[in-house]
T-cell receptor
Framework: DTGVSQDPRHKITKRGQNVTFRCDPI?????LYWYRQTLGQGPEFLTY????????KSRLLSDRFSAERPKGSFSTLEIQRTEQGDSAMYLC???????????FGSGTRLTVV | DAKTTQPPSMDCAEGRAANLPCNHS???????VYWYRQIHSQGPQYIIH???NNETNEMASLIITEDRKSSTLILPHATLRDTAVYYC???????????FGQGTRLTINP
């Protein structure tokens, strides 16, 4: 296991369509995070899972966004009825404990046209 | 989480030490200082973190002032591959999320 994997790397979608992204964390990491990053800005926290439980959600995560981690392993982030403002890099990260650093994936770049 | 202040950009010559400053004057006693970097088109990469004491690992050294109101990340022998945006983050121990600022864009020049 070489790190956090995200799929797809790039996604272009038409406004109004639904999209789903997948994240495979490092296998022994029980904590998983989603972040969003727009051009020129630092990543912004979206949500956090410990095992399969979603323990925190940002106000950025509108009702069009939903994240799951059904078996405490991989996670999916779905955006319904995409808008142009959803265009961003969506980053997934995982960690083993609370103090240590996160390992981030390379992200999924979403472009809504 | 306490707010951090970093210079927007810095330059450093290849082979020299790169010293990246960070101010966190409102840091609390239970808040750690973390450093990440982000190379273009990649996810952020964890570098190092510390609470009070100076820390060193294979990537960098972290120097935290005695009053903990500022810190410096040191890349001892910068290479072109160290060109990236460097983020200084203050995080309460046990807190789940990292709050990223704008970071410092470090350019290593040949």
């Amino acid at each position: 296991d070489t790190g956090v994997s995200q799929d797809p790397r790039h996604k272009i979608t038409k406004r109004g369509q639904n999209v789903t992204f997948r994240c495979d964390p490092i296998s022994e990491h029980n904590r998983l995070y989603w972040y969003r990053q727009t051009l020129g800005q630092g990543p912004e926290f979206l949500t956090y899972f410990q095992n399969e439980a979603q323990l925190e959600k940002s106000r950025l995560l509108s009702d069009r966004f939903s994240a799951e981690r059904p078996k405490g392993s991989f996670s999916t982030l779905e955006i319904q009825r995409t808008e142009q403002g959803d265009s961003a890099m969506y980053l997934c990260a995982s960690s083993l404990d609370l103090e240590g650093g996160y390992t981030f994936g390379s992200g999924t770049r979403l472009t809504v046209v | 989480d306490a707010k951090t202040t970093q210079p927007p950009s810095m330059d450093c010559a290849e082979g020299r030490a790169a010293n990246l400053p960070c101010n966190h004057s409102t840091i609390s006693g239970n808040e750690y200082v973390y450093w990440y970097r982000q190379i273009h088109s990649q996810g952020p990469q964890y570098i190092i973190h510390g609470l009070k004491n100076n820390e060193t690992n294979e990537m960098a050294s972290l120097i935290i002032t005695e009053d903990r109101k500022s810190s410096t990340l040191i890349l001892p022998h910068a290479t072109l591959r160290d060109t990236a945006v460097y983020y200084c983050i203050v995080r309460v121990g046990g807190a789940q999320k990292l709050v990223f600022g704008q970071g410092t864009r470090l350019t290593i020049n040949p």
